[in-house]
């Protein structure tokens, strides 16, 4: 039997470290530092840096590597700095000529940078990634002596567009009725609480929130809740809620000589409230569910709700996305927390793959919701064929028509591609919860999370030529060692040496 010997933690002292040794040139920080074009990314972040004169700004590789870091990582904003602390590595890949224990700026600061970039400047940087990564893809596949896999058709359209849209959710507490009326309510009584002064002559307002916490906790706590009781509790609620904004606007108005007495953060939140008891006790007295712009947050009300009919999730809480997949990269096309149809979203994708790439592709790719009548003819007029079901009676089948349908659904089937884009987005690199409040450094926040994709990408790509090429070298050691003709064009592997 193997006995357990307790070995004493040794101090840091006498802790062994390698002295003068260097990094590795392996490691892949080092190698994503040499392939990601920082002068042209750091040009979008220059410009949004104020022109007035104050204190040395932050180097712009600084800003944008930590960026990488956090969602590459999947780390929080503290973490983030703290795991540059400890690592060479990062702090190499930064742009630092020496290692340094200090942090490189505050972890508050990343609100700052969210704020300055937003979705133009994401997209900006994601089309600069992008065409670094075809110019590698072409690279490569010249030295391959390889043809592109997609084709010119007679409509002289090339390339095969996959676009499809999906919801990025909020960091919210699920949304009911009841609870948004307690939230707003308690909010309303700390407004009041603010605007009382304490005076001889003169009792502080009644809000009875004791009496409307108790009534709220008694259907809160319930596990199955009837839908009367559970009208009533609303009702009440709706009642303290309006009860306290009269009392808001009254003490109002006596303060109206002065200057306004509440600050923009709780001036902000008396006008949500208002529209929060608008919206509900227009759904309350209409007994429906639904309404205009409906608030499901109080902390962030630019978010809404988003009908989904997915399995398990029918309806999202969030920013929806639409996306475009081109090669492996992957281009954002809109962001936007209103609910919406993406079929509207296809003719600008697809002017913009022209605009990009100076042709119409020659397939596209997208979902069933795609297939609107007016979609199916823009297509048809520019000349590009979609991969999606055929609308009305089918076809008698000959051999061409199976022939056609066998590569349409092949090219159907590639589709899934997209939604494995979404899927490591929200798996990896934080895309599955966004945890900015405000709805500008949300959208910075999913600008990123695809910029950092794009970035992973294009690592891969390199990655996966570097193996391609040892084993290339390595079929020809031993074919010469066992005495075989290599029987390849000189020229081709002069092309090979170079480029490797």
């Keep these: 039997m193997i006995k357990y010997t307790s070995v004493n933690q040794v101090s840091i002292d006498d802790f062994l470290v390698p002295q003068g040794k260097r990094l590795n040139p392996n490691n892949r920080w080092i190698k994503l530092a040499k392939i990601v074009p920082w002068d042209e990314l750091s040009k979008v972040y220059f410009k949004k840096m104020s022109h007035k004169m104050g204190r040395k700004s932050i180097s712009p590789r600084i800003i944008l590597g930590t960026v990488i870091i956090k969602h590459m990582k999947s780390l929080s904003d503290e973490d983030t700095i703290e795991e540059i602390r400890e690592n060479p590595y990062m702090q190499y890949f930064l742009g630092l000529r020496e290692y340094t224990y200090d942090q490189i700026f505050t972890p508050s600061l990343f609100v700052t940078i969210r704020k300055r970039l937003g979705e133009r400047e994401f997209r900006y940087l994601i089309e600069k990634i992008v065409s670094t990564t075809e110019a590698v893809i072409a690279r490569q596949k010249e030295q391959k002596k390889k043809k592109q896999s997609d084709t010119d ?4 359209n090339k390339g095969h567009l996959i676009v499809d849209a999906t919801v990025a959710p909020a ?80 003490m109002l108005d006596e303060k109206s000589a002065c200057p306004f007495p509440l600050d923009h953060k709780h001036q902000r939140l008396y006008w949500i409230i208002q529209e929060l008891y608008r919206q509900q006790k227009e759904m309350y007295d209409n007994q429906k569910h639904t309404t205009m712009n409906r608030i499901v947050s109080i902390s962030q009300p630019h978010v809404r709700p988003i009908v989904r009919g997915k399995a398990g999730k029918d309806v999202e809480f969030g920013a929806k996305i639409s996306l475009s997949l081109v090669n492996g990269s992957c281009y954002l096309h809109k962001i936007s927390f209103e609910a919406y149809n993406e079929s509207i979203d296809l003719k600008g994708q697809i002017e913009e793959y022209k605009s990009k790439y100076g042709f119409y592709p020659s397939t596209v790719s997208a979902d069933q919701i795609y297939g ?91 990655f996966l030529f570097f193996f391609e090429m040892v084993d290339f070298y390595s079929r020809i050691v031993r074919k010469i060692e066992s005495g075989q003709k290599v029987g390849l064009d000189s020229q081709y592997c002069q092309l090979k040496l170079a480029t490797f």
């Excluded at 058709?153 to 002289?156: P, V």
């Excluded at 001889?200 to 108790?214: F, G, L, N, Q």
């Design 171 to 250: 960091d919210i507490k699920y949304p009911t009725d009841l609870d948004l009326l307690n939230q707003g309510r308690e909010k309303s009584e700390t407004i009041i609480d603010l605007l009382w002064e304490p005076k001889p002559d003169e009792t502080k307002p009644r809000t009875y929130r004791r009496k409307a916490r108790s009534e709220y906790l008694s259907i809160a706590k319930t596990r199955k809740k009837n839908k009367k009781n559970l009208r009533k509790a609303i009702g009440k609620q709706l009642r303290y809620l309006r009860r306290n904004l009269q009392t808001i606007e009254r």
């Design 153 to 156: 058709d007679d409509n002289g």
């Design 372 to 462: 609107t009548h007016e979609n199916r003819q823009h297509m048809k007029s520019v000349g590009i064929n979609f991969t999606g079901v055929s609308l009305g009676r089918p076809k008698q089948l000959t051999d061409e028509l199976k022939a056609r349908l066998k590569e349409k659904k092949k090219k159907r089937r590639e589709r899934v591609k997209v939604e494995g884009k979404f899927g490591e987005g929200k798996r990896k690199y934080q895309l599955d919860l966004i945890m900015a409040k405000r709805s500008d450094t949300g959208i910075s926040w999913i600008g990123s999370v695809f910029f950092v994709m794009d970035i992973a990408y294009l690592l891969r790509v390199i």
